[in-house]
């Protein structure tokens, strides 16, 4: 039963008169900064009790950012009127170290020149043909499992992580891949990553000034550097065809000039599907396993359709159709905790958002975890429900009030690679093992390098089946 319209279209019209957004003060010269690099969950929880729905001003240090969570608003700067809405040089500033030209990050005719580029390989027909590839990919990583089951508890969000590190590296380079380059690449983004998350919430500090880490997350994009071109360089030269991303992102031709990407640009687009096909999928997972633990009925659900789908056999790309609750229980994770929780953009020129004044240069941030908790647009949000998400109930609600991959012309290309991989993940290791988590241990999520995540992991026991 559809619960009583909540989730319907908003029908309200645009406002035709000025606004006055409220301004979250903090404390004095700092503001919120505090909270808002250490602990936004907690400050994005208080503002959608406090100011659901409204655009709402952030004191942060000298200047002011803006948040908003209404999904009129999301439609308004993410579709409606995109081209005054970019990424910018502020918060994606220290992103542009790692993968400057990636699609996630480049503007204008770059990015407009390589999603073209890139957007067939990313349909059913590619997406399926790397399957098996994946499928092989997740039974060898998971192995890993094997070697830390025991009666002690495990990391969940730092063994998923490991897991979808060697998963993704094969499936962007193949097999063939060294398992110490394969290491070595993983850390090396990883320890990128943690020093470029403090400069992106930093990013109004001057350039001048040091921060912490300069040297080591130098050290570190000049080994992502020597790794990963030489293997792209290596595989041009080689001519060779396998089933995986590189070699499909080699034969990508424009079809205007016809011409394809560089090896820098290769590199880019390879780190960059790196991190969001790893990172966001693993903490995704993490959140799942968590749920599950918390709701035995839901867990139930899952692994009857598991069972009565695949009879114990292991998965193929041809099963996930028939996986539907599993896919459910993966969207409704992504709602409550979506790991891309904050979506920043520029305004370019002066501009008007619902009757809210916003000026050029202002930073505007979108939040899925915000929207995705609004009791306008959700029953019960705090609930964690899969049923939300049968075609029926996702018919009735507005297109903008759940973007776990963004929305509009820059919506995430790799969406249904990332729900077929956390699918097959599900699966493969729902089949062996039911994790626990132990109970002493405080659950609390974090924002690391714009990933929503568990503060201190989630350690949990992992039970065979």
């Known amino acids: 039963m559809i619960p009583k319209k909540i989730n319907l279209p908003s029908t309200q019209s645009p406002s035709t008169t000025r606004k006055t957004c409220p301004v979250i003060k903090g404390y004095p010269l700092i503001g919120v900064t505090s909270e808002f690099v250490f602990d936004l969950p907690q400050l994005l929880q208080r503002i959608v009790k406090e100011h659901p729905g409204e655009l709402v001003a952030l004191k942060i240090g000298p200047i002011h950012i803006y948040l908003t969570s209404h999904p009129d608003h999301v439609q308004y700067v993410l579709t409606t009127n995109e081209h005054n809405f970019g990424k910018g040089h502020t918060m994606w500033k220290g992103y542009r170290l790692i993968a400057a030209n990636g699609l996630a990050i480049s503007e204008g005719e770059t990015w407009f020149r390589n999603r073209r580029l890139m957007q067939p390989f990313f349909t059913h027909k590619h997406i399926s043909s790397l399957a098996n590839c994946m499928i092989t990919a997740t039974l060898k990583a998971v192995e890993r499992f094997e070697q830390v089951v025991s009666d002690s508890p495990i990391d969940m969000h ?45 990013y109004f500090l001057p350039e001048q000034l040091p921060l912490p880490g300069e040297r080591t997350l130098r050290h570190a994009l000049q080994t992502i550097d020597d790794i990963l071109l030489s293997i792209i360089r290596e595989r041009r030269q080689s001519r060779e065809n396998r089933d995986d991303l590189l070699s499909l992102l080699l034969q990508a031709r424009d079809e205007e000039t016809k011409t394809g990407m560089n090896d820098q640009q290769l590199r880019d687009e390879c780190v960059t599907l790196f991190v969001a096909g790893h990172e966001t999928t693993a903490t995704a997972l993490t959140w799942l396993w968590y749920l599950l633990d918390e709701h035995p009925e839901v867990d139930r659900k899952l692994r009857a359709e598991i069972d009565s789908v695949l009879g114990g056999r292991q998965p193929t790309f041809a099963d996930l159709a028939n996986l539907r609750y ?41 939040s899925p975890y915000m929207t995705h908790h609004l009791p306008d647009f959700w029953n019960q949000p705090d609930v964690f429900n899969p049923e939300r998400f049968t075609a029926e109930q996702s018919e009735q609600r507005h297109s903008y009030a759940y973007f776990p991959f963004g929305a509009g012309s820059r919506h995430c290309i790799g969406n249904h690679f990332a729900l077929m991989q956390a699918q097959l993940a599900v699966v493969i290791i729902a089949q062996k093992w039911r994790p626990r988590r132990i109970r002493s241990h405080t659950v609390k999520p974090q924002v690391k390098a714009f990933v929503l995540c568990p503060r201190n992991g989630l350690p949990m026991i992992l039970e065979p089946v």
Do not use: W
């Open 158 to 202: 730092k063994e998923l992580q490991q897991i979808m590190q060697s998963t993704m590296l094969e499936t962007i380079f193949g097999t063939s891949l060294e398992r110490h380059k394969i290491e070595a690449t993983a850390d090396a983004i990883q320890v990128a990553l943690r020093a470029i998350h403090l400069r992106s919430f930093l």
């Open 326 to 366: 599993t896919r459910m229980v993966i969207q409704e994770t992504l709602r409550l905790y979506p790991p891309g929780c904050v979506f920043p953009r520029v305004v370019r020129q002066n501009d008007e958002i619902d009757g809210y004044p916003v000026k050029a240069g202002a930073t505007i941030i979108l």
